[in-house]
């Protein structure tokens, strides 16, 4: 079976993605900033699921260092999933450079293309693979409280759409999951509505059963989907109340 | 993240700031005055709530090591039962001792120094752990075993999280054949009768233990059902079972709803009282998976909702084998005089002392009482504090959501001096503490 590459190797969603599969057997490449603790997971999983698994060390802000690991892996991934983001504070970062530039790197440019670079090799090599970003539902809408966060994530689920059209006759597959409210289990009991919150394991559940099926475009869980929709047809002049 | 916590009983309450634990290396540096560790929140009272910070061990899952020739395992505290077992479980291995659920994390296990149904043969979880690792303030990770830093071993396992935050848990599984049991059942008129055929069970299985029907009254009090199992070896699993030697975790779980009236009521218990019974004796010998015998309670998730949003208290406590038997009859008196009811009674015997300065097993007997939280059961608890203070009996601290400071010190007067010098000479008492601790003076 070919692997499953994980960008963001320690990220709670990542993790919960990675097992979902490895309990069935795959392969697990986690990519990582801090490789110690990726390495940690690793282990987890070959001890865990008895999967060949391994860490490699990587900034996803240095684009050409990922673009390196995407075309050095060998053999090409399967599944190739950018579980990579960062949500600051928005009042923090709103006019400093230093900051958007992070913003923007982490949420958008470095998983549109690392995602980009591993479609191509895919389809070149002839693999039916998939691709799978983290998008937000943050994306669907502007907000003041986090519009830069939310303009990277609008940028990516643009990007991944593209990207979906152009490898169609490829055959690899392109998922842009947006969660909603995630929890994970230390508060999921606590978190008001339960029903609009899902944990890292749900998630990983949902990309899990897309990916099984050959599902393509956006993903969401259960009820965020009529959310969505509802927020994106909301008109300008009520959209700026909520 | 400043929330509102609560343990398994759902009382008492406590405001607290809840952080997510970072990997062991960074842990010290989120230590701070008044913290301690919390696992998968099972304790039933406020032992897993600090007074200031509570430290959730959930992102410390990894297992870390494991040797397929020994059974020796290393994981991270957070690491729930329930996983370490669907994971190892199809391999031929199984923990040496499980509580009455396996929704618990193995961190909260060690510092509960948890006990199970074979208790009377392999002792508790913390005799079969080999090393522990610690997370203390001032950026120290520290080995611990029952060999290096011996004192720091035995204030640990049972210590309920006041030592340290426990990080690192090394064990050995044990193999098992196949993931089910052979179980009998078998219904005892009354408490005298319950106890003597518990004894016989154990003499014969690995695991036993007994329930008591809380319906039964005057002479039939303490009439029940001992239930008592082994594990199948492979050349014994009936034909059909064959195909599936590690049966997986029972599936779709039915989660319990909130409902406008707690579905735990006088009138309810009864019922469910009987038809328990009726469901016990049906088959009275049996083939039964490991997920059935051992934790028939996590079908139902959230089943700690059913006493309504007032919550439920657990009373478990241990008495030495001598004045047992007298205890147990006066503990059971008391309830029906006082016109309570418990909704669930287990009665289990215990083989020996755990190895922590705290552990709660000791040479003797344990009874665990739920009740659901009424306004006459503070002074019921009062007077069964004293029948087990005067037996020389301790209460579980895993349970305990209401023990007066007083009469814990009195309970536990031979061992709690060390415990509090311990933690007083490693300067742990001002940073690791828990609203059970400042409740009791731990």
Not at chain 2, 85 to 95: K, Q, S, V
Not at chain 2, 313 to 341: D, S, T
Request: proline content about 7%.
């Amino acid at each position: 079976m070919r692997s499953l590459l994980l960008i963001g190797g320690t990220s709670d969603i990542g993790t919960a993605i990675a097992r979902r599969f490895a309990r069935e057997g795959r392969p697990v490449v986690l990519a990582a900033r801090d490789v110690g603790e990726a390495e940690a997971a690793a282990a987890d999983l070959r001890h865990r699921f008895g999967v060949p698994a391994r860490a490699v060390a990587l900034d996803v802000r240095d684009l050409e260092a990922g673009l390196e690991l995407v075309h050095g892996l060998e053999p090409c991934p399967e599944i190739a999933v950018a579980a990579v983001g960062w949500l600051p504070e928005q009042a923090a970062v709103r006019e400093d450079p230093e900051g958007v530039r992070r913003v923007v790197e982490v949420n958008f440019t470095a998983p549109a293309l690392l995602l980009a670079a591993l479609g191509r090799r895919m389809a070149e090599e002839g693999v039916r693979g998939h691709l799978v970003a983290l998008g937000s539902v943050a994306g669907d809408r502007g907000r003041a409280s986090n519009w830069w966060y939310g303009a990277a994530k609008a940028g990516l689920h643009a990007a991944m759409e593209g990207l979906r059209q152009e490898l169609l006759d490829a055959g690899v597959r392109v998922l842009t999951v947006r969660p909603g409210f995630v929890r994970t289990k230390m508060t999921a009991h606590l978190a008001l509505p339960p029903f609009l919150t899902s944990t890292p394991e749900d998630i990983a559940r949902l990309v899990h059963r897309a990916v099984t099926k050959g599902r393509s475009g956006p993903l969401y869980p259960f009820p965020w989907r009529l959310v969505s929709l509802l927020v994106r047809l909301l008109p300008a002049s009520l959209a700026r109340r909520i | 993240m400043r929330v509102e916590l609560s343990g398994f009983g759902g009382w008492p309450r406590h405001r607290t700031e809840l952080v997510p634990a970072p990997p062991p290396a960074r842990i010290p540096a989120a230590l701070v005055p008044g913290t301690v560790a919390r696992g998968n929140g099972r304790a039933y009272g406020d032992a897993a709530i600090g007074t200031v910070r509570t430290l959730w061990t959930g992102p410390l899952d990894f297992v870390e090591a494991f040797d397929a020739q020994s059974g020796r395992i290393t994981v991270r505290a957070g690491l729930l039962l329930s996983d370490l077992i669907a994971a190892f479980l199809p391999r031929g291995f199984f923990p040496p001792v499980v509580p009455g659920t396996r929704q618990v994390s193995l961190g909260g296990m060690v510092a509960a120094d948890v006990h199970g149904k074979n208790h009377h043969r392999a002792g508790s979880f913390g005799d079969h752990v080999e090393e522990l690792e610690l997370a203390l303030p001032e950026g120290t990770l520290l080995r611990c075993s029952p060999t290096r830093n011996p004192e720091w071993f035995s204030a640990t396992v049972g210590g309920m999280g006041l030592t340290g935050v426990i990080v690192r848990i090394t064990l050995r599984l044990m193999r098992v054949e196949t993931g089910w049991l052979s179980v009998r059942a078998a219904a005892t008129p009354d408490l005298a009768a319950t106890m003597q055929a518990l004894v016989a069970a154990e003499r014969a299985f690995e695991y036993a233990v007994a329930w008591l029907d809380g319906s039964a009254r005057g002479p039939r009090r303490g009439a029940g059902i001992v239930l008592a199992g082994d594990h199948l070896p492979l050349a014994e699993l009936p034909g059909d079972l064959r195909a599936v030697p590690f049966p997986p975790a029972r599936g779709g779980r039915i989660t319990m709803p909130p409902l406008p009236v707690p579905p735990v009521n006088r009138l309810s218990l009864s019922v469910l009282n009987r038809l328990y019974r009726t469901v016990q004796l049906r088959r009275l010998e049996r083939v039964e998976d490991w997920d059935r015998w051992f934790f028939p309670l996590d079908a139902l998730s959230g089943w700690n909702r059913a006493y309504g949003p007032g919550g439920f208290v657990q009373y478990q406590f241990a008495v030495p084998e001598g004045p047992a038997r007298g205890v147990l009859g006066a503990v059971l008196e008391r309830i029906a005089r006082r016109g309570l009811r418990s909704s669930l009674a287990v009665l289990k015997r215990f083989g020996r002392e755990g190895r922590g300065l705290l552990s709660f097993p000791l040479r003797g007997w344990t009874l665990a009482l739920d009740f659901p939280r009424t306004r006459d059961l503070p002074a019921l608890l009062a007077e069964l504090d004293r029948i087990v203070l005067e037996a020389g009996g301790r209460i579980y601290l895993a349970k305990d959501a209401r023990l007066p400071a007083a009469t814990f010190a009195r309970m536990e007067e031979g061992r709690l001096g060390r415990f509090l010098d311990f933690r007083e000479r490693h300067g742990l008492a001002r940073v690791f503490r828990s609203h059970l601790s400042d409740r009791l003076g731990l």
